[in-house]
């Protein structure tokens, strides 16, 4: 069978999806206290089942690196990566900052160094409190009351488990036959469901789905990578979401069209995915080698920076052939 599974009525019951409203958040499904949404469909049997088929004998990494220079989204004003030194043989010698004396700090080499960036650079997560309606986010959470002064105290990444779930790709660009998708190109309900038929690819409740644009065929360069990046728009976003996806992700910046074609709501699929339908986003994934691969069923693994309240974090997510 290819495309979406048939939903029963106890997944809908399931799926935040299935209870949204428009440009409204949605009450989870999951409890009053619920903060990661649609990857409460990870549990223990899902765990067990996926690593039953796992082939760990290759291990295809979907990060991208981080280096000062690198593409980021900075539209908004946010920073870009920035690393230095604070820590060089040389320099300790000559400061001694550890205490160790001069022949102590010639014997041990020293290099330490720190990094500051916007907490969606690179390969990263969006989390549940990164997008809302108003003053609330997914689960009615108001900023009134979660939102302090240097973090949200509800559904920041740190409340993220480690995600094992079975992944699918969804390669759009292959699809299409091109190298990449074209700047602004919208991808809707029925690329994704042509791309399930021609690969041959089911979608399941419970799935992380990976859409491919292309788009990294053109990293590092900021210029090519970043402006009018492809996407799904809403209805492509529904359309998965309602299937029971648990993180959807892509290897653009944003995930979704851009620029935005609703003249009153600059983040559509973010805000769609992040309020209504509880669906974490990963974005900046580098899908290449398991496109070239045809790589389109695998084992997900990703695990972010537990950052208490953050927004977003990176990660490094990897995939896994399945045997059998």
Same mark, same amino acid.
């Given at each position: ?15 935040? $999806? ?19 949404? +649609? ?11 996926? +690593? ?15 280096? =000062?220079? +690198? ?11 920035? +690393? ?13 900052? #550890? ?43 108001? $900023? ?31 699809? @299409? ?14 690329? @994704?469901?042509?791309? @399930? ?5 089911? @979608? ?63 983040? =559509? =699929? ?21 496109? $070239? ?20 974090? #990176?990660?490094?997510? =990897? $995939? ?5």
């Amino acid at each position: 069978m290819c495309g979406p599974t048939l939903i029963s009525a106890a997944e809908k019951a399931r799926i935040a $999806a299935y209870d949204g409203k428009f440009r409204e958040v949605t009450a989870s499904p999951f409890g009053t206290d619920d903060e990661i949404g +649609m990857l409460n469909l990870i549990d223990a049997e899902s765990r067990r089942t996926i +690593m039953s088929r796992t082939d760990a004998g290759t291990v295809f990494d979907l990060s991208v690196d981080n280096f =000062v220079g +690198m593409p980021t989204f900075s539209a908004a004003g946010d920073q870009g990566y920035q +690393m230095w030194m604070t820590h060089t043989p040389r320099g300790t010698v000559l400061d001694d900052q #550890p205490g160790a004396g001069h022949a102590g700090n010639e014997l041990v080499a020293y290099s330490g160094d720190a990094f500051s960036m916007y907490t969606h650079t690179g390969t990263h997560i969006d989390a549940l409190n990164h997008f809302g309606y108003r003053d609330r986010i997914f689960n009615n959470f108001t $900023a009134h009351e979660h939102l302090g002064s240097r973090h949200w105290d509800v559904a920041g990444a740190d409340k993220h488990p480690p995600i094992l779930a079975r992944g699918i790709l969804l390669d759009i660009a292959g699809l @299409l036959g091109v190298d990449m998708l074209e700047p602004s190109y919208g991808i809707g309900e029925q690329d @994704l469901a042509d791309a @399930l038929k021609h690969q041959g690819t089911e @979608l399941r409740p419970g799935d992380v789905v990976l859409i491919r644009t292309g788009r990294m065929q053109a990293w590092p360069d900021p210029q090519a990578y970043l402006p009018n990046g492809p996407g799904i728009n809403r209805e492509g976003a529904e359309y998965l979401a309602r299937a029971g996806a648990i993180m959807i992700g892509a290897d653009t910046v944003g995930l979704e069209q851009m620029p935005s074609s609703d003249p009153e709501n600059w983040q =559509v =699929v973010h805000t769609y995915l992040l309020a209504e339908a509880g669906v974490p986003i990963l974005e900046v994934a580098d899908l290449e080698r398991i496109a $070239a691969e045809k790589l389109y069923e695998f084992a997900f693994f990703g695990a972010c920076i537990r950052l208490r309240g953050a927004t977003g974090s #990176p990660i490094r997510p =990897v $995939a896994m052939p399945l045997a059998g």
